[in-house]
């Protein structure tokens, strides 16, 4: 199975940009890159998807590296509320349907 | 719409007790999943099911048993529980992988919480 790496925790101040990264140098080209994210005593929550081209919706927008090997979920402006693990999974076109979870980043934002 | 519903929410067992969880979800889905999550921790798939009458081991999945009887539910029980077993259980669903719907996302549940003394 493909895996994600990602840093255990990072911080950011409030109303800056957050740049969270993921490493998937074993992706495959049909491999889809999910970002989660779970906040406070809650369930994970869907943030944003991807294959190849960057993507942007209005929690967050993606970067995809040209070799896809790596991506960044980026927080145009953090704010209180997106204090939460951040998840990056890859989820393959078909064929595997076990997903499985790392650790995860745990984001913290200082006022 | 109520997406992914887990029952009970909290529960409190003893040493060898058995208990069963719910999962019941209303999207349709095919794809059914069982994590678990430790304090501090991040999520380890302990079963999951492909579709009614399917189910698959995980990570994790040593002391628990699953059945997915009915397409909309997928039941994870403990036939005795251990301290070990003292954890926050999340079920998710999605739908299968296909030329245009790998883009399809998974929903969770609210969590359970279960403490085994």
């Known amino acids: 199975d493909a895996k994600t790496t990602q840093p255990n925790s990072m911080e950011s101040n409030e109303e800056e940009p957050v740049h969270l990264p993921c490493n998937h140098s074993?992706?495959?080209?049909?491999?889809?890159i999910h970002w989660y994210r779970q906040l406070p005593s809650q369930g994970p929550e869907y943030v944003i998807h991807?294959?190849?081209s960057n993507v942007n919706n209005r929690m967050a927008s993606l970067a995809i590296a040209e070799d896809r090997k790596s991506s960044t979920l980026i927080l145009h402006r953090a704010t209180l509320r997106d204090a939460a693990v951040y998840y990056c999974?890859?989820?393959?076109?078909?064929?595997?349907?076990?997903?499985?979870f790392g650790t995860g980043t745990r984001l913290t934002i200082i006022p | 719409n109520a997406g992914v519903t887990q029952t009970p929410k909290f529960r409190v067992l003893k040493t060898g007790q058995s208990m069963t969880l719910l999962c019941a979800q209303d999207?349709?889905?095919?794809?059914m999943y069982w994590y678990r999550q430790d304090p501090g921790m991040g999520l380890r798939l302990i079963h999951y099911?492909?579709?009614?009458?399917?189910?698959a081991k995980g990570e994790v999945p040593d002391g628990y048993n699953v059945s997915r009887l009915k397409k909309q539910n997928f039941l994870l029980g403990l036939e005795s529980a251990a301290p070990s077993q003292t954890s926050v259980y999340f079920c998710?669903?999605?739908?299968?992988?296909?030329?245009?719907?790998?883009?399809?996302?998974?929903?969770f549940g609210a969590g359970s919480r279960l403490t085994v003394l």
């Open positions: 999974i890859l989820r393959a076109n078909f064929g595997n349907e076990k997903l499985t």
């Open positions: 074993t992706i495959s080209g049909t491999d889809y």
């Open positions: 991807g294959l190849t």
């Open positions: 999207m349709n889905h095919e794809y």
């Open positions: 099911s492909v579709g009614e009458g399917t189910t």
């Open positions: 998710a669903s999605i739908n299968p992988p296909g030329p245009t719907s790998g883009a399809n996302v998974l929903t």
